[in-house]
């Protein structure tokens, strides 16, 4: 009998398994969108946000310049970045970026960094700072905006 007991816990356990690696993946994959806590902005748009990571909005709309940071190429944010924000291919990107700077349409391209940690910096440190982070790396210092209305942990998120 107690054998019976001790296989039913263990095959309980694993039908709760899946559950609990569903919500973990779901957290390790989201995206979200961040600005420094002076930033008056709560709320923005997909298309507002592409046009800020295109280059083609570069202030808050208040005169405070728009200081985008990125992922450095092969982070899951910037993969992200790309196909679903920008549509584009890194190689497009990287062409994107050069017709950009060398038309003088733009001084610089957004500033590419190798780690979330170095993003959140930038944007605690840039009142103008957005940047898109894995939502397990936000931590004090920034503030998460709604993309669409929507909050990331919330169905119809846009970045998940």
């Given at each position: 009998m ?19 690696s569903?919500?973990d993946?779901q ?5 979200a969108v ?5 930033n008056?902005v709560?709320?923005?748009?997909s298309?507002e ?13 208040n ?45 610089q391209?957004?500033?590419a ?27 004090a210092?920034?503030?998460t905006?709604?993309v ?9 998120y846009p970045?998940?």
């Amino acid at each position: 009998m107690k054998r019976y007991g001790t296989y039913l816990i263990a095959f309980a356990s694993l039908l709760l398994l899946p559950l609990v690696s569903t919500t973990d993946a779901q957290q390790e994959t989201e995206v979200a969108v961040v600005v420094n806590p002076e930033n008056p902005v709560s709320s923005i748009s997909s298309a507002e946000l592409r046009r800020i990571f295109a280059g083609d909005k570069q202030s808050w709309g208040n005169s405070l310049p728009v200081f985008a940071i990125v992922r450095a190429p092969g982070a899951r944010e910037r993969q992200l970045l790309l196909s679903q924000i920008l549509r584009m291919t890194e190689s497009e990107y990287k062409q994107y970026w050069l017709r950009k700077v060398y038309s003088g349409e733009v001084p610089q391209e957004p500033v590419a960094v190798f780690s979330n940690g170095m993003q959140l910096e930038g944007v605690r440190a840039k009142k103008g700072g957005i940047a898109l982070i894995s939502v397990q790396d936000v931590r004090a210092g920034v503030k998460t905006i709604k993309v669409d209305g929507y909050m990331p942990g919330t169905p119809g998120y846009p970045f998940q």
